[in-house]
């Protein structure tokens, strides 16, 4: 079973003046999600350079759909979650950042939700 829920998103450009890691949320051109590395890297890179989208390189970014990210201390389900758009923390603090999701799922409710991880409706942010 898959543990993301994607739906729409949008081909983008990494215009941010630095890397973005595959997989982490990200906020750029006035749209937040998660970015998905679309080129393959040679094997000569080395394995830590291999989910690194480069800036000027192509990626997906899923707006929409249920995803899995890392958690932030203090996260519960229901909570509204932010993103900082200079960095890509993810917060609940709403000053001066802009709306990523609701969180829906957490470790402990039965959904097998890993450690560590969260599970953020990137649809509900329109809910607040």
């Not at 997989?23 to 690194?52: F, H, M, S, T, Y």
């Amino acid at each position: 079973m898959t543990y993301n829920q994607p739906g729409r998103g949008t081909h983008e450009v990494n215009s941010t003046g630095g890397t973005i890691t595959h997989g982490n949320p990200v906020a750029i051109n006035n749209e937040v999600g998660i970015a998905v590395k679309q080129k393959e890297r040679g094997w000569d890179q080395g394995l830590a350079n291999r989910a690194i989208i480069d800036v000027g390189e192509k990626f997906w970014l899923v707006k929409k759909g249920i995803v899995q990210v890392n958690t932030v201390a203090g996260f519960a389900k229901g909570d509204a979650v932010y993103i900082t758009a200079a960095t890509g923390v993810l917060t609940e603090t709403s000053a001066g950042n802009v709306k990523f999701g609701r969180v829906v799922e957490v470790v402990g409710d039965g959904r097998g939700v890993p450690t560590g991880k969260v599970r953020i409706d990137l649809d509900a942010k329109d809910s607040f």
